[in-house]
């Protein structure tokens, strides 16, 4: 030791003050590290508990849906709505609301098939219901306003579009009278559930009037009667047929319900040679088959009615 240099032992002492600023350096940067982690923490955490305040705040902004329901003979309260029928009927509506835009669009080939579509959804929504027991007060409200937008208010504005507009005064009070029967019809339809023999309707259904006015728009674009090129003489006809099928729907004639068939059990095998022919004569010219077909259904009625006076 006594032979060491001391330009030696300064270097020495040099070299250790270096590696403790060296440590402390370290450890400076590890405690700036862990402050920012838990500074990201507790962000994470309070932007956490703001998002379930908010969450709470729209849940309590939203009232929850509670209707009293009959199980095992013992009226009970239920909170929520079933899903899976109501998607159908939420289709139901988005079909109607579509058509409306396509019609204001001038787009009179999508429009009475968006419609059509609707017809499809509106039949699915209660047969699902009733296979999977998930009727519901709150799903048979909606069904029938979704009816209303899809099979009252979405023909008319459609019709009125693409013909009836023409026709001035004439044109929208027809279109008005469909809407208002329309509205009646489903109004009387939900006060008798229950009531009268199941197999038949009185009155029209709104459906089944919806199919014919959209039939008509879609079978004369394909003629091509648009616009400019629509004759007069058809929109008085036109017309005269928005009013007749109105007025078919609040009128007391009876119309089957087809709700007697037994989808469940064996059929004859002609029975599906049937539905196979009647897929086959359909794509033949659809338009034209669905507006014959609706036609024929609408003229059931007053037909069965007559029948029954008769006897």
């Known amino acids: 030791m006594a032979d060491q240099d001391p330009r030696d032992v300064v270097s020495d002492i040099d070299t250790g003050v270096e590696s403790l600023n060296v440590v402390d350096g370290v450890k400076s940067a590890n405690s700036a590290d862990d402050g920012e982690g838990s500074g990201a923490v507790g962000a994470a955490s309070s932007l956490t508990d703001s ?22 003979g013992q ?33 009179y080939e999508t429009a009475p098939i968006a419609i059509l579509f609707a017809l499809v959804f509106d039949g699915l929504d209660g047969r699902v219901a009733r296979l999977t027991n998930t009727a519901s007060k709150f799903g048979a409200e909606y069904d029938s306003l979704a009816d209303m937008v899809s099979f009252g208010v979405a ?26 029967c329309a509205a009646l019809r489903l109004a009387r339809f939900n006060t008798q559930v229950g ?54 729907m609040v009128v007391n004639v009876p119309y089957h319900s087809f ?42 009625g007053p037909v069965e009615q007559l029948r029954r006076w008769r006897n």
């Open 51 to 72: 998002l379930g305040e908010a969450a709470s705040s729209i849940e309590s902004l939203i009232e929850d849906h509670e209707e009293e329901v009959s199980e095992n």
């Open 75 to 107: 009226t009970v309260k239920r909170r929520g709505v079933y899903l899976l029928p109501n998607l159908f009927t939420t289709g139901a509506l988005f079909c109607g609301f579509y058509a409306v835009v396509a019609g204001m669009r001038g787009d």
């Open 155 to 180: 023909p008319a504005l459609v019709m009125f579009s693409w013909a009836l507009g023409d026709l001035g005064k004439a044109g929208w009070s027809a279109a008005f009278v469909y809407v208002a």
């Open 195 to 248: 009531v009268g023999d199941p197999n038949f309707f009185m009155g029209l259904a709104s459906p089944a009037a919806a199919c014919i006015m959209a039939c008509t728009v879609w079978v004369c674009q394909d003629q091509g009667w648009v616009g400019a090129a629509l004759p007069v003489e058809i929109a008085v006809v036109v017309a005269a047929l928005t009013a007749i099928v109105a007025m078919l």
């Open 259 to 300: 709700k007697g068939f037994d989808l469940h059990g064996r059929v004859p095998f002609v029975a599906i040679l049937a539905v196979v022919l009647v897929f086959g004569l359909v794509t033949v010219d659809p338009p034209k088959i669905l507006l014959l077909a609706s036609l024929a259904y609408a003229l059931s």
